[in-house]
T-cell receptor, first 114, second 110 residues
């Protein structure tokens, strides 16, 4: 596997379910990110991790809970979601959190909340 | 506050022609980076081109070039000799804290 991978690619869950999204990067990067991409809205940065420490949380509801056990893996734990949480969730990584480094994106997880 | 605006939700261009996608932004920072990312249908988002704000020279990458007007806070992307594979959503992004525009859907017609 190369680059940034995400599993599952598609997920349908009920509002009372608990599920997790997984992201793995094979690039040796130190920073990882979660984004939400909704239809007709700009990408929204949700969480930033640098060297496994959360450094940014952009006012995301607590029903989204990130976890970064090591610099290669990032999870997004989901519970009691709302239908408006249906979106494409993108993971990205960069060499460092500093502004000049480009981000490498995964293919995303298409989440549908019913 | 950082904002990024892409005023063209959709555009189309004939194959082999040139198209320019517009982007304006706002930031109070003096040092920042600007990016254009491309997201083809059902494929991963990839970096097209990057511009450092303190560099006056416009960045170029093969058929892709930017017109960076720092005073006007404008960062447009020019695609020359458009190819069918250029069909995608294009996002302008401002990296102080990584703000993305709403995107422009570009369709290249044969």
């Amino acid at each position: 596997e190369t680059g940034v991978t995400q599993t599952p690619r598609h997920l349908v869950m009920g509002m009372t379910n608990k599920k997790s999204l997984k992201c793995e990067q094979h690039l040796g990067h130190n920073a990882m990110y979660w984004y939400k991409q909704s239809a007709k809205k700009p990408l929204e940065l949700m969480f930033v991790y640098s060297l496994e420490e959360r450094v940014e949380n952009n006012s995301v509801p607590s029903r989204f809970s990130p976890e970064c056990p090591n610099s290669s893996h990032l999870f997004l734990h989901l519970h009691t979601l709302q239908p408006e949480d249906s979106a494409l969730y993108l993971c990205a990584s960069s060499q460092a959190r500093l502004t000049g480094y480009e981000q490498y994106f995964g293919p995303g997880t298409r989440l549908t909340v019913t | 506050a950082q904002t990024v605006t892409q005023s063209q939700p959709e555009m189309s261009v004939q194959e082999a022609e040139t198209v320019t996608l517009s982007c304006t932004y706002d930031t109070s920072e003096s040092n920042y980076y600007l990016f254009w990312y491309k997201q083809p249908p059902s494929r991963q988002m990839i970096l097209v081109i990057r511009q450092e704000a303190y560099k006056q020279q416009n960045a170029t990458e093969n058929r892709f070039s930017v017109n960076f007007q720092k005073a006007a806070k404008s960062f447009s992307l020019k695609i020359s000799d458009s190819q069918l594979g250029d069909t995608a959503m294009y996002f302008c992004a401002l990296r102080v804290d990584m703000r993305f525009g709403a995107g422009t859907r570009l369709t290249v017609k044969p």
